[in-house]
Each structure stands twice: as C-alpha cells, then as structure tokens.
C-alpha cells in the first residue's frame, strides 16, 4: 500500500500532541520539557513545509520526524513518571520508520 500524504500528515499532527503534552507535564524535569518543546517546534516546521506529494519529500518529513522522537524520547527515558509519554512517542516513531520505508521503497 503506498505511503498517502493523509498517513504522514496524521503521524505529524499525533507527535505534535503528544509533544505538546509532554511540555505541560508536571511530572517532567525541565530538560525533559525542554527537549519536548525544541522537538515541538521542529515538527511544527515539519508540518509546515509539509510538501510530501514528492518522494524527496515524503522521506525529508519521516526522517525528521523520527530523529525528533528519537530525541526526545532519549531526554526523558529515564524519567519513570514519563512512560506514558515515552511509549506514545516511541509508538508514533515505529509507525514513522513504516513508513519511511514504505516511501523509500516506491522512490
């Protein structure tokens, strides 16, 4: 099944909740927030120039995606009171990974 330009959309928009969350929680240190709310922006910016009707595209926006989850799921890993937070990102970046490699295989 090809990698549709609805699925890359509605991961980005899932991590951008799931990061924004992350932000507000109580529970996070402040590095934690602080590495949710830079990967926050970047994703925002991914969505922005979200031009993926291009297979250059469509890999420039799954790869960014999961170095970001990837990030911040690093900064807050070791935070207990955060696993929720970091099995929805880590969640979202497998799905990401599928797809990137669905987008790779029909460049």
């Known amino acids: 099944m090809p990698t549709s330009d609805e ?7 899932r991590a951008s909740t799931a990061l924004e969350a992350l932000t507000r929680a109580q529970d996070a240190s402040a590095d934690a927030k ?6 926050y922006k970047d994703v925002l910016r991914l969505i922005a120039r979200h ?3 291009t297979y250059e595209g469509r890999t420039a926006a799954l790869s960014g995606l999961i170095v970001e989850l990837q990030e911040v799921t690093k900064a807050i890993e070791t935070e207990n009171a955060l696993a929720g937070h970091v099995s929805d990102l ?3 970046a497998g799905r990401a990974t599928d ?6 295989a029909q460049g």
Do not use: P, V
Request: net charge neutral; hydrophobic share 50%.
């Open 34 to 39: 602080a590495a949710a709310k830079q990967s």
């Open 90 to 92: 880590t969640g979202i």
């Open 99 to 104: 797809l990137f490699k669905e987008a790779k």
């Open 7 to 13: 699925d890359i959309a509605e991961l980005l928009t």
């Open 51 to 53: 031009a993926i009707s």
